[in-house]
C-alpha cells in the first residue's frame, strides 16, 4: 500500500512540474487561442499571440512570458501568479479578475488594459514599483 501511495504521490508532483503541453503552446501561437489551458512555468517568451482568446481562467504561474505580446488578448480571470512579463505588450488586454500576485511587469505595456478585480500584491508594476494593493 505505502508504494502505492508513494507513485501517486510520485507521479502528480510530476505532473504538477510539468503542467503545460507544448501542443497547447504550439495551438496557441498557431490560432491564437487555447480555452482552458494551463500554461504553468511555460516558456512563452517572445511569443506572438495579439487579440488571443485564453478564456476559462487559464492557468500561468510561473510562466516566463518575457517581451511577448499579448495586447488585446483575453486573459480574463488568469492565473499569472510570479510570472515573468518584463517587457511583454498587454496594452488593450483583458486582465480583468486575474491574479497578478508577485507577478514582474518590469518595462511591460498595460496602457489600455482592463484590470477591474486584478489582485495586486508584491507585484512589480512597469515603472519597478511594487504594488501591495490586495495584500
Not at 483575453?74 to 518584463?86: R, S, V
Not at 511587469?105 to 501591495?132: H, Q, S, W, Y
Request: proline content about 1%; aromatic content about 10%; some cysteine.
Amino acid at each position: 500500500m505505502y508504494k502505492i501511495v508513494s507513485f501517486i504521490i510520485f507521479m502528480l508532483l510530476h505532473q504538477a512540474a510539468l503542467a503545460w503541453d507544448e501542443q497547447d503552446i504550439s495551438q496557441l501561437k498557431t490560432t491564437k487561442s487555447c480555452i482552458g489551458c494551463d500554461f504553468t512555468k511555460a516558456d512563452l517568451r517572445w511569443a506572438n499571440v495579439y487579440a488571443a482568446e485564453l478564456g476559462g481562467a487559464p492557468n500561468m504561474v510561473d510562466a516566463n512570458m518575457e517581451r511577448a505580446d499579448f495586447s488585446g488578448a483575453n486573459l480574463f480571470g488568469a492565473n499569472l501568479e510570479g510570472a515573468n512579463l518584463q517587457g511583454a505588450n498587454f496594452s488593450g488586454a483583458n486582465l480583468s479578475w486575474a491574479s497578478l500576485i508577485a507577478a514582474d511587469f518590469t518595462g511591460a505595456e498595460l496602457g489600455g488594459a482592463k484590470l477591474t478585480g486584478a489582485v495586486f500584491c508584491g507585484t512589480i508594476m512597469p515603472d519597478g514599483t511594487r504594488n501591495n494593493k490586495n495584500c
